[in-house]
């Protein structure tokens, strides 16, 4: 990779992570009794807003991985299961 190219992703990586930080998070859940250890591995959910037209909700997912790996997938849901994503149990 050029360093022009590594600065970039570098910088990008820091607007993203500055971005995140002040989204509203839900931690996730396991849908097995025996999931990853909390140290190994966690998510966390954030719906970003819901389209009126198409009825569909934004969320993005933050994944962390052994405290050495974070990564973010953005996806859209209907928005009555997106609300039931975040819902109390």
Not at 19 to 43: C, I, K, N, Q
Not at 59 to 82: H, K
Request: contains cysteine; glycine residues 4%; aromatic residues 16%.
């Amino acid at each position: 990779m050029a360093v022009d190219d590594a600065v970039r992703f570098a910088l990008e990586a820091e607007r993203i992570r500055d971005l995140a930080s002040h989204l509203e998070w839900t931690e996730g859940w396991y849908g097995s009794p025996h999931g990853y250890p909390r140290d190994v591995f966690r998510y966390w959910l954030c719906l970003l807003g819901t389209n009126p037209i198409s009825k569909t909700t934004e969320i993005v997912m933050r994944l962390w991985f052994f405290e050495n790996l974070t990564w973010y997938v953005a996806f859209e849901a209907p928005a009555e299961i997106a609300e039931e994503l975040i819902a109390p149990a």
